[in-house]
């Protein structure tokens, strides 16, 4: 893991393998100059205030995330200066955003892979930019090399790329300063576990099962002092879980719920977080066809998102009680597999027509909301890659969020912008409920096509408990990407959703959650 320390050393007495700088367009609409940001006055000052030259002549322009490396000045004990571009120069005044400056450290982070140290003299106006920079340095400096030739015991050859950037240090921060030093504690812990959850995300589907998930669950549960309880098939059997068990019927691995329960003696509120963990789909017998299931080992990436934030939330020490349920199972076709027809008795009691096995996301949803409902939590949350439809309406970068709550459902969104993540609120119309009418059971997993994203979130709010308030965040486009990577998003697993629903928790701990 990378180190993020801060720092008041001047940038050319500095020993790293780098100094990082921010550029920017001119302010001007109509200017094309580049522009240093500041924090990099001392390197400015080293090439004669010619550095935006220097720059222009190899080609920068400023712009988002774009990377230039250059020799150092003369006395500089870094061989190397980067500029990374931070877009349009903002008005007099006003500071460049923490996602704007997220995003360059990440941009930075991955150009600098192979590093050993680098010092990064980005803009920072307040401990909000040190932890944002800091960051956006470790989540850009992430690599999944797990099944690559020594990448076990951190080591690289000239085949399988570079290590990641070991040690980041915040130049122009202030390392006795209380709200410095936990805005870089924070950015520590969140990213820590936010790339734990994409490690999860990443993992081959034969080496993680529901079982193996929650291996890894019980694992962390210990090191950090957090309550965990796994219901294995036999427990779920007993218990009545009847969607997770009829995802989980087709396949070798059993499914598994397991609850991992944060507390604090200080808090006033209490969240519940259900996360979506199929730990690979196949869509069952409804198979997906060739295209659509090489990347299905990402289906469990809601859980992931929900283990992660909890480990933050006891991480950090906040003040509010946090409890994740993680809905596993994996969903295959075999003789014992769930039908198409076949009728589920759920959780709560009700029961539910499979019109197609690969609608199954909602279905351990369902008993896993139920379950939650039981606590009588001021909130509950569910994040899941749950319909392909929300990647049509919003795309591979933003998450829908739907609730029963508009006021929640807002809080929600603003949630998500101030932790970096795009999201947008999506309706709940209930017309398009009489699609999932049932002649058989009391609802159908399927209803209408169009729409399909709102009428998954109109099925999940069947299973959740009387007066409860609730959030569903459809997290299908942003969870996996398959393009290149950009700013502090690696190709992969994204951890999608953990910032926001540790920023939720932050909010609700403080007593400023809508």
Known sequence: MTALTLSTAAAPGLRADAIVVGVAKGGSAKSSDLVVAPGAEAVDKAYDGGLAGVLETLGASGGEGEVTKLPAPSGFKAPVVLAVGLGSQPDKDASFGTETLRRAAGAAARALAGSKKAAFALPITDAADAGAIGEGALLGAYSFDTYKENGKDGKKDAKNGKAPLAEVALLGGKPRDKAYKAAVERAAAVSQELNRARDLVNTPPNDLNPEAFAAVAQAAAKEHGIKVQVLDEKALEKGGYGGILGVGAGSASAPRLVQLSYTSSKAKKH???????????????????????????????GAAAVFAAVVAAARLGLEVNVTGWLALAENMPSGSATRPGDVLRMYSGKTVEVLNTDAEGRLVLADALWKASEDKPDAIIDVATLTGAMVLALGNRTFGVMANDDAFRSAIVEAAEEAGEPSWPMPLPDHLKKGMDSPTADIANMGERMGGGLVAGLFLKEFVGEGITWAHLDIAGPAFNESGPFGYTPKGGTGSAVRTLVRVAELAASGDLG
């Open 271 to 301: 969240l519940a977080f259900v996360g979506k963990g199929i730990t690979y789909d196949s869509g069952g017998i409804s198979l997906k066809p060739a295209g659509h299931n090489e990347t299905m080992k990402c289906d469990m990436s």
